[in-house]
């Protein structure tokens, strides 16, 4: 295989955010706790959802504990690896490591992808046809949902990482990021890849702008419906459309700008890789728990009976 020949490289350089060691210093104990506050706050939606049976038991916050997963996935592929290079001379990843990271973002990312659709779906039935709701969001629709997900999510990933992989990579071997990135790995193969690139153009870049826009409508059309039916139904829409919309922001934001103008030198890229997989891993549970009442709620019942068992025993 031609990969496996002497001339190819065996590993990428990753430029990382900066040169400057009191910044990379800086930056490490920043991203360290900010991971520290990834995980904390995704692993406690994940417990709350888990334990609680009321929410457990509900769609939206199914849901959620699955989109709190994804969110945790996707931070531990790339966060922990910029952590480390922060305190390395030399910020290397392997080849294969490389790939096999570009292989799970854009695996989770398409199944966050249509995770989010499906919420914005649980969320219309839930607030335009009500008296449905417990029957169309059912158990098996609800792993369905989940399941197609994930599977969305490996198609996608598939259908360019298996072109990818067979490209041979046997001159510069500099990634200009803080993670492997697919538009610039692209950039560093000893081949022809442009057909290649409006692949990624057409499946990451178009495919988030286009699933950005249909949830903008839907959750437009959300809006438009509750106010036709209840002036006083809107405000309480409003404030529960809120957080999807912020979140739906949040993820898709980054995805369109990188992938579909991907080829081009911009100097918010690492910015936007940064905001990618750990600003927006880090916002989730803040909106989705901290400003949720039916959360709080939970978290205190949880708290409460946490501290009865230790005073019982």
Known sequence: MDMMNSSMISEFVLLGLTNTWELEIFFFFIFLLA??????????????????????????????GNLSCLDMSISTITTPKMITDFLRENKTISLWGCMAQMFFLHFLGGSEMTLLIVMAVDRYIAICKP?????????????????????????????????????????????????????????????????????????????????????????????????????GGLSKALSTLSAHITVVTLFFGPCIFVYAWPFSSFSVDKFLSVFYSVITPLLNPIIYTLRNQEMKAAISRLRTQHVSSRQTF
């Open 35 to 64: 991971y520290a506050a990834i995980m904390a706050g995704n692993l406690l939606t994940v417990v709350i959802v888990t334990f609680e049976s009321h929410l457990h038991s509900t769609p939206m916050y199914f849901l959620l």
């Open 131 to 231: 008296l449905h709701y417990t029957t169309i969001m059912n158990r098996w629709v609800l792993m369905g949902s989940v399941l197609l997900s994930w599977a969305v999510g490996f198609v996608h990933t598939m259908s360019q990482m298996v072109f990818t992989i067979t490209l041979p990579f046997c001159g510069p071997n500099i990634v200009d990021n803080i993670f492997c990135d697919l538009p610039l790995v692209l950039k560093l193969a000893c081949t022809e890849t442009y057909v290649l690139e409006l692949l990624v153009i057409a499946e990451s870049g178009l495919l988030s702008f286009l699933c950005f826009i249909i949830l903008l409508i839907s959750y437009t059309v959300i809006l438009v419906t509750v106010r036709r039916r209840s002036s």
